[in-house]
């Protein structure tokens, strides 16, 4: 049969798509129908020619005019599509292509479905909805060779206002098959999940609890009846695991307990059976992270696994549904990773894996799970699209590998009479030695725009909290985890910064100081040049903490405050930490005291208070010492001066000052009148000798005046005299 001229030229390729002997054709075509049908479902998903098509589904008024006679009828194209490109043109092509055939003419009339009467007495009103269900007999339709078709349903109407014309449309695919038809496909099982496990290891959603009894429930059952390849997150474990332990969500006990004792009670025999690979920690993109040239990320997934998880022994699997995968980041993930193998929609499903660098590399089959034409996504639609591809593909000698997530996924992925499900090993073959990927890629990751700096900050924060809490070790752990997690594929390219906002809540409230409390007085009174004054800290946070006190003085010439050491304060507990300031003069000073992190980092606002130094007590009466001592050995020198005119022997002026200061000091705080002398005269027993004072009478008068210049000193009258 002829190809469709105008399905060639939407395409700009030849197709097997035959033109119909007799076409039914539609007197309009609109572009954007006015009422919307939708496929729910085709039973069976494949026949052979002696059987049955029967499409359910509904129909829904999308225009403002209501609408009588409202007929659902089969459609039909006759022309089987012969290989995947042909494949691909129809999944372009517009919905009025290929123009086909409606079906009239099965029994009973089960290929047409009235939604309102034919004598237009019954109105279709705008927004009103109808289920439909018309069936075909295969052979009947002229579905007699083998292989893929489009099928589907034609809406016809009155419109108000309007003459008879076709207002809607929908496509789908099926599978005509005899005994001959043989493919096969390999699907491989993911159980991963969106992170919901914080910094600080409590849970921020419950949304496991549903999955484990729904999607991650099914998809371990399918793991096990299908013997089926598996990948598995060891994030995931390691959250259903402390769900099993029991756990809270915003101080409320989780929902989800027994049913993760129960999912891994499942689990843990698939783990050991040989078919289960695991996946970087968190399912991180470290293909999106290796194409930045972040290696630090494919380094944090490894840091993050630790021994007691259970998959920490399965060999690495890395998963490119997106085919953002080329050959610089391939190279750095397998210098990095060293995985087993490697699945990307990146290399053409043309060719057969590759072992590159000790990794096997094979081709993932893109979009076999992406719906049917005119981007149906509906489980019918799915199924339809996965078996005429994976037919045509098998039919090309290629091997069909696929990533199964969802339920809809394992329903698209049933087994067939013609269909064979086969493990990831299948898909192997011999490898070739030659890397089927692009040299450099231009698909884009979901990494990229300010996610890095939001993770850089993210690290900065976490790797600040981990030096307050105390265990490095612990904190590297923890840090490491739930950045691998940010960057999961689980959370879409829109995901990732609000997620590890959310994630990091536990750091910011540490980091602001918000649960921790600086208590200290107004102001402090200082008795001498250094005191040990105190302060409080009290930890309203639920672990055990470290920090320091850091001072800034107004005035640090005259007074300065060392920071202290570093203290452990435990949850709930108020601790003295005292702080010693040093002061070099009297006066006030204003001080501000930070807490912070071992390393500097502050914890919330500074606290203000003042000093006041009032005594120098030691530093000043070493000063006051000195500054007299000096006084005196200046006095001293002028003396000296003096006598040495008048002839006084040095020895005894010496010993005469000598005596005044032990006196001054042995009663320093003993004052006498001012014009009595600081000690009586003495009485000596000794003659005295011609031409010498009494003693008395010298010690009072060199006591009383002393420095008085020799002109105007009044001396007694000598004996000789």
């Known amino acids: 049969m002829a190809v469709l001229a105008s399905l060639a030229t939407v395409s700009g390729s030849a197709t097997?798509?035959?033109?119909?002997?007799?076409?039914?054709?539609?007197?309009?075509?609109?572009?954007?129908?006015?009422?919307?049908?939708?496929?729910?479902?085709?039973?069976?998903?494949?026949?052979?020619?002696?059987?049955?098509?029967?499409?359910?589904?509904?129909?829904?008024?999308?225009?403002?005019?209501?609408?009588?006679?409202?007929?659902?009828?089969?459609?039909?194209?006759?022309?089987?599509?012969?290989?995947?490109?042909?494949?691909?043109?129809?999944?372009?092509?517009?919905?009025?292509?290929?123009?086909?055939?409606?079906?009239?003419?099965?029994k009973n009339e089960a290929s047409l479905d009235n939604i309102t009467d034919p004598e237009a007495t019954q109105t279709f009103e705008p927004g009103q909805t109808a289920p439909f269900q018309v069936s075909g007999t295969a052979k009947d339709m002229g579905l007699t060779t083998p292989g893929s078709y489009l099928v589907g349903v034609h809406v016809q109407a009155t419109p108000k206002g309007r003459d008879r014309m076709t207002?809607?449309?929908?496509?789908?695919?099926?599978?005509?098959?005899?005994?001959?038809?043989?493919?096969?496909?390999?699907?491989?099982?993911?159980?991963?999940?969106?992170?919901?496990?914080?910094?600080?290891?409590?849970?921020?959603?419950?949304?496991?609890?549903?999955?484990?009894t729904g999607r991650l429930n099914a998809l371990v059952d399918a793991a096990v009846s299908r013997r089926s390849t598996v990948v598995i997150d060891p994030a995931l474990l390691d959250e259903v695991t402390s769900m099993a332990a029991g756990y809270t969500i915003d101080g409320?006990?989780?929902?989800?307990?027994?049913?993760?004792?129960?999912?891994?009670?499942?689990?843990?025999?698939?783990?050991?059976?040989?078919?289960?690979?695991?996946?970087?920690?968190?399912?991180?993109d470290v293909v999106g992270a290796a194409r930045a040239g972040r290696s630090v990320v494919l380094s944090r997934?490894?840091?993050?696994?630790?021994?007691?998880?259970?998959?920490?022994?399965?060999?690495?699997?890395?998963?490119?549904?997106?085919?953002?995968?080329?050959?610089?980041?391939?190279?750095?993930?397998?210098?990095?990773?060293?995985?087993?193998?490697?699945?990307?929609?990146?290399?053409?499903?043309?060719?057969?894996?590759?072992?590159?660098?000790?990794?096997?590399?094979?081709?993932?089959?893109?979009?076999?799970l992406d719906g049917g034409p005119d981007h149906a996504t509906s489980t019918a639609q799915s199924r339809g699209r996965l078996l005429a591809q994976t037919l045509l593909n098998s039919q090309a000698g290629r091997h069909v590998v696929t990533v199964v997530t969802s339920d809809s996924d394992l329903a698209a992925t049933e087994p067939t009479s013609w269909l064979t499900l086969s493990p990831l090993s299948t898909a192997v073959g011999t490898p070739s030695i030659t890397s089927p990927l692009p040299a450099s890629s231009?698909?884009?990751?979901?990494?990229?725009?300010?996610?890095?700096?939001?993770?850089?900050?993210?690290?900065?924060?976490?790797?600040?909290?981990?030096?307050?809490?105390?265990?490095?070790?612990?904190?590297?752990?923890?840090?490491?985890?739930?950045?691998?997690?940010?960057?999961?594929?689980?959370?879409?390219?829109?995901?990732?910064?609000?997620?590890?906002?959310?994630?990091?809540?536990?750091?910011?409230?540490?980091?602001?100081?918000?649960?921790?409390?600086?208590?200290?007085?107004?102001?402090?009174?200082?008795?001498?040049?250094?005191n040990a004054l105190p302060l409080t800290v009290t930890n309203r946070l639920a672990e055990t903490i470290r920090l320091k006190v850091v001072f800034t003085s107004e005035n640090p010439q005259r007074i300065t405050i060392p920071a202290t050491p570093v203290v452990t304060v435990r949850s709930g507990e108020t601790q003295t930490i005292r702080f010693a300031p040093r002061a070099s003069s009297n006066g006030v000073v204003e001080m501000s005291a930070q807490l912070t992190s071992p390393s500097g980092r502050p914890l919330g606002s500074p606290h203000q208070f003042v000093v006041r130094a009032t005594r120098m007590d030691d530093i000043g009466w070493i000063i006051i010492i000195i500054s007299g001592?000096?006084?005196?050995?200046?006095?001293?020198?002028?003396?000296?001066?003096?006598?040495?005119?008048?002839?006084t022997g040095a020895a005894s002026l010496a010993e005469e000052l000598s005596e005044g200061l032990e006196e001054a000091t042995e009663h320093p705080d003993e004052g006498a009148a001012p014009d009595t002398p600081a000690t009586a005269p003495k009485t000596s027993t000794t003659p005295v000798t011609p031409g010498t004072p009494p003693e008395g009478q010298a010690e009072t008068r060199h006591a009383s005046r002393p420095g008085t210049s020799s002109d105007s000193r009044t001396e007694p009258r000598s004996q000789s005299e």
């Open 16 to 106: 097997a798509l035959a033109a119909p002997s007799m076409p039914t054709r539609s007197t309009r075509q609109p572009t954007n129908p006015e009422v919307l049908a939708t496929v729910t479902s085709v039973t069976p998903d494949t026949v052979d020619a002696n059987g049955t098509i029967t499409i359910r589904g509904t129909v829904r008024n999308t225009s403002t005019v209501p609408m009588t006679w409202v007929q659902v009828s089969f459609w039909r194209s006759r022309d089987p599509i012969t290989d995947v490109g042909s494949l691909d043109s129809v999944l372009a092509s517009p919905i009025t292509m290929p123009v086909g055939e409606r079906w009239f003419n099965e």
């Open 167 to 212: 207002v809607g449309r929908a496509r789908v695919l099926t599978v005509v098959s005899d005994t001959a038809t043989k493919a096969q496909l390999t699907p491989v099982i993911e159980l991963s999940s969106r992170p919901s496990v914080g910094l600080d290891g409590t849970f921020m959603d419950d949304h496991l609890a549903g999955e484990l």
């Open 252 to 284: 409320k006990p989780g929902t989800g307990t027994q049913a993760a004792k129960d999912w891994l009670g499942k689990v843990r025999p698939l783990l050991s059976s040989g078919r289960v690979f695991r996946l970087p920690y968190g399912n991180a």
């Open 301 to 368: 997934t490894q840091t993050a696994l630790t021994s007691d998880n259970p998959a920490s022994s399965l060999p690495l699997a890395i998963v490119d549904e997106a085919g953002a995968l080329d050959r610089r980041s391939f190279s750095a993930i397998s210098s990095a990773l060293h995985p087993e193998v490697v699945l990307s929609a990146a290399s053409s499903p043309s060719e057969s894996s590759s072992v590159v660098s000790g990794t096997t590399l094979i081709p993932l089959t893109a979009g076999l």
């Open 442 to 530: 231009t698909v884009p990751t979901s990494l990229r725009g300010s996610w890095w700096t939001d993770q850089g900050d993210a690290a900065r924060d976490a790797a600040d909290w981990g030096d307050i809490l105390g265990d490095a070790e612990l904190a590297r752990t923890k840090t490491a985890r739930t950045l691998s997690r940010a960057t999961s594929v689980n959370l879409g390219s829109a995901g990732h910064s609000q997620w590890l906002n959310q994630a990091m809540a536990s750091a910011d409230q540490l980091l602001a100081g918000h649960s921790i409390t600086l208590h200290s007085a107004e102001s402090f009174v200082m008795s001498s040049s250094s």
């Open 629 to 647: 001592a000096v006084v005196l050995g200046a006095t001293l020198l002028r003396i000296h001066q003096v006598r040495s005119r008048d002839g």
